[in-house]
């Protein structure tokens, strides 16, 4: 089974004191080489998927009536697995991890992201900033903790126990509904709005070139991005015309929900849970931040269509310009070095999902390394 779900860690927690050199030299070097025949092999694999699934997908109306739908929702998933893969490969391009070639990673980057309708630049300049500032309480970029009195939660001793706790205890079904809206809806929300970003920049947007998230000189990097965006909006509402808004829904809305669905089960889970730490400047560091990540085992399918970004994460927090074909051999190698650093949890993705998002729902107001917590959760 995966790791132990810990309830209040921070009693024997004590901080990792690794360099980055000493992770670096514990894994083989062939392991950072970087391949761009091998990158685009995945490329092509995955636009096969894509396109076999499509081509399946016309001829649903062949079979009878009452296995369409179950049809339709088996395209919807599969089409949205394998979408996935191809969002996990332009964001590699966005490190530079797809190939040696500076050029090669943006062109392949920004085609694949804007097919997606994701701003290639503008994302990638704000993931960046989350990989330099992974789990840093002031400077990290996405899935900032909130506080225990943004959330209203400060201890009051005449304020009643039940009003204090009354956000928290809803019902399975209140917290199986937000869980769900968040990981259809949270991935265009966080573009549009930066929703899960620190306090100085939500409500910015990704697809703004004056946004509060760029420098000036980026200005025409994200308007690139923009134009991605609208080139394949263009071709969506060209689509619209031609056959129908219907058939555009079915063949590329809805697998896009399930693009987002993905993508913020993925995000959320390797970045939040009881057991990862959050710092304060005065503690943090490049590779404690990059060691507050978990790999999850999502079963041999998924982890093989999704190219691992699920199961190798800390490998590729720690080397973000390592390939993705390479990481899980890393993994090995980092699992010995780190020891009791390295978190692992097997635990069924949609279990742990609706698990963390119960439990994580705020940090203390004050620390140098904070844990997430509930109001059930005891005090040190």
């Known amino acids: 089974m995966g790791a132990k779900k810990v309830v209040n860690p921070e009693k024997d927690f004590v901080p990792p004191d690794f360099t980055i050199k000493e992770l670096r030299d514990c894994v083989p070097k062939h392991c950072f080489e970087r391949d761009t025949l091998r990158s685009f092999s995945y490329v092509a694999y995955d636009m096969c998927g894509v396109a076999f699934l499509a081509f399946c997908a016309s001829h649903i109306h062949l079979l009878p009536l009452a296995l369409r739908a179950p049809a339709w929702v088996l395209y919807w998933v599969s089409q949205g697995i394998v979408a996935t893969g191809l969002w996990v490969i332009a964001h590699e391009c966005g490190h530079g991890a797809f190939s040696a070639n500076r050029t090669v990673n943006h062109v392949t980057g920004w085609v694949l992201h804007s097919a997606l309708l994701v701003p290639y630049y503008a994302w990638r300049h704000s993931h960046s900033q989350h990989h330099k500032n992974t789990n840093n309480l002031t400077r990290d970029e996405v899935f900032v903790p909130r506080t225990k009195s943004?959330?209203?939660?400060?201890?009051?001793?005449?304020?009643?126990?039940?009003?204090?706790?009354?956000?928290?205890?809803?019902?399975?079904?209140?917290?199986?509904a937000m869980v769900t809206a968040q990981s259809l809806f949270g991935w265009p929300m966080y573009l549009y709005r930066n929703a899960s970003g620190p306090k100085y920049s939500r409500g910015a947007s990704h697809f703004n070139p004056t946004s509060v998230l760029f420098r000036a000189e980026q200005f025409g990097q994200i308007v690139i991005s923009d134009i991605g965006l609208l080139l394949t909006i263009a071709v969506l509402t060209y689509s619209c015309w031609i056959f129908s808004p219907a058939t555009v829904a079915f063949y590329y809305g809805v697998p896009y929900l399930m693009v987002n669905f993905w993508l913020v089960t993925i995000t959320f889970l390797q970045h939040t849970d009881a057991a990862v730490p959050h710092y304060a400047d005065d503690s943090w560091n490049f590779v404690r931040g990059a060691l507050c990540t978990v790999d999850r085992d999502f079963g041999w399918i998924l982890n093989t269509c999704l190219h691992h970004i699920q199961d190798s994460h800390v490998a590729h927090h720690v080397f973000s310009q390592m390939p993705h074909y390479h990481a899980l051999e890393a993994t090995e190698h980092l699992k010995k070095k780190l020891g009791k650093y390295y978190r692992f949890d097997d635990t069924n993705f949609l279990v742990a999902l609706y698990h963390n998002f119960k439990h994580c729902q705020f940090i203390e107001d004050t620390g140098s390394v904070l844990f997430f917590r509930n109001t059930s959760t005891p005090a040190n």
């Open 150 to 176: 943004y959330r209203g939660l400060q201890d009051k001793p005449s304020t009643p126990a039940w009003m204090t706790d009354s956000i928290f205890d809803e019902t399975p079904l209140y917290h199986l």
